[in-house]
């Protein structure tokens, strides 16, 4: 069981932790999974719905 502690740490230390961000893995990603979601359709809706405006349209006025 050592063993795997280590080999574990040394994952994270070389930045291969993909367990801590699946939602699969991770009870709390997987509370938060519908949200997200959510988010992304509305977000691809919004994106339909302007895409018909101009470039200007988005430019913000100071």
Known sequence: MKNTDKTVDKTREMGVD???????????????????????????RLERCDSGRSVSAHTPTY
């Open 18 to 44: 993909w367990w801590t961000t699946s939602p699969y893995l991770n009870a709390k990603l997987a509370e938060k999974q519908p949200q997200t979601e959510d988010l992304i359709a509305r977000i691809s």
